[in-house]
């Protein structure tokens, strides 16, 4: 498990709109964010964004992540047929703030 300790580990944290950014921080105050990335190797590399298309799907719930929602990203493994869109053989996992 990887854990998020402040909102200097998040990538993106400052474009969030303020109520978002709220959440986050309660969230770290709480205890942190937490991922265990499906039970794979994940990266402390942590990037948080408004979803730019509904097509990325969370990967702790497995529903559809919509559209200008924020979403919480990190790197994991790629294996089978996501390695055509794997970068150096990690691909970006998506999640829902809640579900990370």
């Known amino acids: ?3 998020v300790k402040s909102t ?3 990538k ?3 474009i969030l709109r303020y109520e978002d950014q709220a959440k986050i921080k309660q969230k770290i105050a709480e205890g942190g964010i937490v991922s265990t990335g499906k ?3 994940v990266s402390v590399d942590v990037v948080v964004e408004y979803a730019k298309s509904s097509r990325s799907t969370c990967r702790g719930c497995f529903v559809s992540i919509d559209k200008e929602t924020v979403r919480i990203g990190c790197w994991v493994a790629a294996e089978g047929s996501e390695l055509k869109w794997a970068v150096n053989g ?3 996992a998506w999640h829902h ?3 990370f």
Do not use: S, V, Y
């Open 8 to 10: 200097g580990d998040i």
């Open 97 to 99: 703030p809640t579900c």
């Open 12 to 14: 993106g944290f400052g």
């Open 39 to 41: 039970g794979k190797e």
């Open 90 to 92: 990690k691909k970006q």
């Open 1 to 3: 498990k990887n854990k």
